[in-house]
């Protein structure tokens, strides 16, 4: 049934069809018509940030608690810029958003009218694909076209621009619209012949491992991840986007591989014959220097995006296909042979790695907190099924390490972009997303204070995230490489200077939240579960930790994973140092 409304009643109506619950954004001239109709909806809840960078991090949050496709909204200009970090942030780690803005009348374009940015070439090398929209009778169709590309295949963000008089024009409305996507077809499926060379590898290797990635998580296919893993008897290792994927407390389970993984993992890909690459796209992180990485392993590669496989490693058998499709039928190939690899040699060693060389901390003489025991207790006493929604820097590795993950997508981050500021907006997205759920953000003192203006979004909408800020009073990741690699010349890394400045207690307090502070071990355990009581108001707690920790294993950028340091002078021996 067709109906005759507003550009802007159709935009809001496509968003209902589509089913979103939750638009993070902030309104202003060239978004406003938009505005007036969200007003009315019954189905589509509004929450208004403090800064849109909070609203596409939050975004961010909510689509990889839920699954579902995130949505922010914008103005023109600065309004559509201020998306730009969430939206390549999204772009690099493959989260579904779709970032809705207005732009300047159609008449105005190219004119540099006020509040006029090109934000649909702005964000073209970062969008899975992004519209311009000029005419209100494509409103429907494309929000219909841009939920589907964000969601389907290798997911992504995709930008909607609309001109304000678009938004304001009348239109004839009608649901379903008619798709317009000829060249969009994802290929799912994988070849059979494809799942027939890898599982001939499989045979022939002796020292194989699951090398996991992302892509994983994302096709949902933790349990047939599970499955492989237990019926070749391969060992796992998880990257930092794939943490618990695979639990943790899994006998296969290796650790996480990289830059600051552990050296089981790190040993285990550097060791191998064979690395069957599930939705990873071998980042710099975890290969270290490329032409030393994995030198006697085969590879087979299985991703959703051709464009990742032999994109950095050549692949000897490229698999394209959705990961849960993948390993289901590696399953079936693998049994249908009566594959069963003698892999006990190779569990020697690893096992060996284990145990030889287990993730540890230095504790200072000094009585002061080492923030790695603040993860240790924080996952005994808030347990796996909480969201632990991290930053970017010493903290993130820290709660990749140290927080036990056995539930997949429970460990929310920034991998590929890095981005500083993502975990207080993000948490709070996620915890929208899952309000029954228990969601901690795990931030620095450097993150915390780009994006802590979403606690007052918390504190007015209801939402009680609980966040630990671990204070070191530096900007910690600089400040560990300043030491080992710039002769300890700590330029721009001290935040705190003589004074604490702000104060993380009074700020809660300000913003409304619940503010505590931690500065001694034996407190830790009170604080933690102190703030596990408080349920009705966000809660900051300011872990006031040792300036001098450091963040080990460590592969220094550039070098190879073979150069991997447990301490400042002291590396692991791998097996093949003897041969």
Same mark, same amino acid.
Request: glycine residues 10%; negative net charge.
């Given at each position: 049934?067709?109906?005759?409304?507003?550009?802007?009643?159709?935009?809001?109506?496509?968003?209902?069809?589509?089913?979103?619950?939750?638009?993070?954004?902030?309104?202003?001239?060239?978004?406003?018509?938009?505005?007036?109709?969200?007003?009315?909806?019954?189905?589509?809840?509004?929450?208004?940030?403090?800064?849109?960078?909070?609203?596409?991090?939050?975004?961010?949050?909510?689509?990889?608690?839920?699954?579902?496709?995130?949505?922010?909204?914008?103005?023109?200009?600065?309004?559509?810029?201020?998306?730009?970090?969430?939206?390549?942030?999204?772009?690099?780690?493959?989260?579904?958003?779709?970032?809705?803005?207005?732009?300047?009348?159609?008449?105005?374009? #190219?004119?540099?009218?006020?509040?006029?940015?090109?934000?649909?070439?702005?964000?073209?090398?970062?969008?899975?694909?992004?519209?311009?929209?000029?005419?209100?009778?494509?409103?429907?169709?494309?929000?219909?076209?841009?939920?589907? %590309?964000?969601?389907?295949?290798?997911?992504?963000?995709?930008?909607?621009?609309?001109?304000?008089?678009?938004?304001?024009?009348?239109?004839?409305?009608?649901?379903?619209?008619?798709?317009?996507?000829?060249?969009?077809?994802?290929?799912?499926?994988?070849?059979?012949?494809?799942?027939?060379?890898?599982?001939?590898?499989?045979?022939?290797?002796?020292?194989?491992?699951?090398?996991?990635?992302?892509?994983?998580?994302?096709?949902?296919?933790?349990?047939?991840?599970?499955?492989?893993?237990?019926?070749?008897?391969?060992?796992?290792?998880?990257?930092?986007?794939?943490?618990?994927?695979?639990?943790?407390?899994?006998?296969?389970?290796?650790?996480?591989?990289?830059?600051?993984?552990?050296?089981?993992?790190?040993?285990?890909?550097?060791?191998?014959?064979? !690395?069957?690459?599930?939705?990873?796209?071998?980042?710099?992180?975890?290969?270290?220097?490329?032409?030393?990485?994995?030198?006697?392993?085969?590879?087979?590669?299985?991703?959703?995006?051709?464009?990742?496989?032999?994109?950095?490693?050549?692949?000897?058998?490229?698999?394209?296909?959705?990961?849960?499709?993948?390993?289901?039928? !590696?399953?079936?190939?693998?049994?249908?042979?009566?594959?069963?690899?003698?892999?006990?040699?190779?569990?020697?060693?690893?096992?060996?790695?284990?145990?030889?060389?287990?993730?540890?901390?230095?504790?200072?003489?000094? #009585?002061?907190?080492?923030?790695?025991?603040?993860?240790?207790?924080?996952?005994? %006493?808030?347990?796996?099924?909480?969201?632990?929604?991290?930053?970017?820097?010493?903290?993130?590795?820290?709660?990749?390490?140290?927080?036990?993950?056995?539930?997949?997508?429970?460990?929310?981050?920034?991998?590929?972009?890095?981005?500083?500021?993502?975990?207080?907006?993000?948490?709070? #997205?996620?915890?929208?997303?899952?309000?029954?759920?228990?969601?901690?953000?795990?931030?620095?003192?450097?993150?915390?204070?780009?994006?802590?203006?979403? !606690?007052?979004?918390?504190?007015?909408?209801?939402?009680?995230?609980?966040?630990?800020?671990?204070?070191? #009073?530096?900007?910690?990741?600089?400040?560990?490489?300043?030491?080992?690699?710039?002769?300890?010349?700590?330029?721009?890394?001290?935040?705190?200077?003589?004074?604490?400045?702000?104060?993380?207690?009074? !700020?809660?307090?300000?913003?409304?939240?619940?503010?505590?502070?931690?500065?001694?071990?034996?407190?830790?355990?009170?604080?933690?579960?102190?703030?596990?009581?408080?349920?009705?108001?966000?809660?900051?707690?300011?872990?006031?930790?040792?300036?001098?920790?450091?963040?080990?294993?460590?592969?220094?950028?550039?070098?190879?994973?073979?150069?991997?340091?447990?301490?400042?002078?002291?590396?692991?021996?791998?097996?093949?140092?003897?041969?």
């Amino acid at each position: 049934m067709s109906e005759r409304m507003t550009g802007a009643q159709a935009l809001v109506r496509a968003l209902e069809h589509v089913g979103v619950d939750t638009v993070f954004g902030i309104p202003g001239g060239a978004i406003l018509p938009a505005y007036d109709p969200l007003y009315d909806s019954a189905k589509v809840r509004h929450v208004l940030v403090r800064h849109e960078q909070g609203a596409g991090h939050a975004a961010e949050g909510y689509a990889q608690a839920t699954g579902k496709v995130g949505v922010c909204m914008a103005t023109s200009g600065p309004g559509a810029t201020n998306l730009v970090t969430p939206i390549a942030d999204a772009y690099m780690d493959s989260v579904p958003i779709v970032a809705i803005t207005g732009q300047v009348a159609s008449k105005s374009i #190219g004119t540099d009218a006020f509040q006029e940015a090109d934000i649909s070439g702005i964000t073209m090398p970062i969008t899975k694909h992004n519209f311009l929209i000029t005419d209100p009778a494509d409103i429907a169709r494309t929000i219909m076209e841009a939920f589907h %590309i964000a969601s389907t295949g290798r997911p992504g963000p995709v930008l909607v621009d609309i001109a304000k008089d678009a938004l304001q024009a009348e239109t004839t409305f009608s649901w379903p619209p008619t798709m317009q996507l000829p060249g969009y077809r994802p290929v799912t499926r994988p070849h059979s012949k494809q799942i027939r060379e890898a599982a001939k590898l499989i045979a022939e290797a002796r020292r194989p491992v699951l090398y996991v990635g992302g892509g994983v998580h994302k096709a949902r296919a933790s349990a047939e991840l599970i499955r492989l893993a237990e019926l070749t008897r391969i060992p796992v290792v998880t990257t930092l986007m794939a943490r618990g994927t695979f639990p943790d407390s899994h006998p296969q389970h290796m650790g996480m591989p990289g830059m600051h993984g552990s050296v089981s993992a790190v040993g285990a890909l550097q060791q191998a014959d064979l !690395l069957i690459g599930l939705g990873v796209r071998f980042d710099d992180r975890v290969t270290g220097q490329l032409s030393t990485f994995a030198p006697h392993a085969k590879i087979v590669h299985a991703d959703i995006d051709p464009a990742e496989i032999s994109k950095n490693r050549h692949a000897d058998v490229p698999i394209v296909g959705d990961c849960k499709e993948v390993i289901g039928d !590696l399953i079936a190939a693998v049994e249908a042979a009566g594959l069963q690899g003698d892999y006990d040699d190779w569990w020697t060693v690893l096992n060996g790695y284990k145990q030889t060389y287990p993730l540890g901390y230095e504790e200072f003489e000094d #009585g002061s907190l080492a923030p790695q025991y603040v993860m240790e207790r924080l996952s005994a %006493i808030v347990g796996p099924d909480a969201y632990y929604v991290a930053g970017v820097g010493q903290h993130q590795m820290w709660a990749s390490q140290f927080v036990q993950y056995e539930q997949p997508g429970t460990f929310i981050n920034s991998g590929g972009a890095g981005t500083m500021g993502f975990a207080v907006p993000a948490a709070m #997205g996620a915890k929208m997303g899952r309000p029954d759920a228990v969601v901690w953000a795990i931030d620095g003192d450097g993150c915390f204070q780009m994006t802590n203006q979403e !606690l007052a979004t918390c504190a007015l909408e209801g939402v009680p995230v609980k966040i630990a800020v671990i204070n070191n #009073g530096n900007l910690g990741m600089v400040r560990q490489w300043q030491t080992l690699f710039y002769d300890q010349r700590y330029s721009n890394t001290d935040l705190q200077a003589t004074r604490r400045i702000p104060d993380f207690v009074k !700020l809660a307090e300000a913003y409304g939240c619940v503010g505590l502070r931690c500065e001694r071990p034996e407190d830790v355990d009170a604080t933690i579960k102190k703030a596990m009581e408080i349920n009705d108001v966000p809660v900051v707690v300011d872990f006031v930790v040792h300036q001098d920790a450091m963040v080990w294993p460590m592969v220094a950028a550039g070098t190879s994973n073979d150069d991997i340091k447990i301490a400042r002078d002291m590396a692991p021996k791998w097996e093949s140092d003897d041969e």
